[in-house]
Structure formats: C-alpha cells, structure tokens
C-alpha cells in the first residue's frame, strides 16, 4: 500500500511543476546558388553593365544588384567579368563604367 502512495504523489507533483518553454531556433537564410560558367557569368555581366549605364553614375555592389535584381553573389560573377574585359572603373568602394 506505501508504494501506491509514494506513486501518486509523485505524479502530482510532475502534474503541478510549470512546463518548461521550447525555444525554436531560426532556420538558416538559404544561400542563393549560382552557377558558375562563361554562359552565366556573361548574361550576369549584361545585366550589371545594363544596371550601371542606366544609372549614369558610380554604384556600390550593393545598389548594382538592387537596379539588376540580381543577388549580390552573381553581381560579383558578372563585375568579374566586366573587369577582365577593362568595362569598369573603382573608386572608393563604388564601381563605374570605364
């Protein structure tokens, strides 16, 4: 009969303890994924030197990706390419064409 007892206290007090909050973890940004060969870095060349021409003034890689709607990722494949080929000009931070 002891044992009985000592169970049932035991479970009201598991009933009456607060129950502990889960925190979720925020899941990791997805990382755009940018495929890296000539046809692609050329079309991504096209739309950054599009977006800086249409601007008419230095842009930071930042504001190139926002005028082509492009992710900064392939802003960089394609200001890459326009620098091999001697397109632009830096200054500062920003980025013209030459």
Do not use: C, H, R
């Amino acid at each position: 009969m002891a044992e009985k007892k000592t169970t049932k206290k035991a479970a009201a007090v598991k009933a009456e303890e607060p129950k502990k909050a889960t925190v979720k973890k925020a899941a990791a940004p997805k990382k755009a994924v940018v495929a890296v060969n000539a046809e692609n870095a050329g079309f991504k060349a096209g739309d950054v030197y599009q977006a800086l021409a249409a601007a008419g003034k230095a842009l930071t890689v930042k504001e190139i990706a926002k005028a082509a709607k492009i992710s900064e990722e392939e802003t960089l494949l394609g200001l890459g390419w326009l620098f091999k080929e001697g397109k632009l000009a830096a200054a500062d931070e920003k980025i013209t064409l030459a």
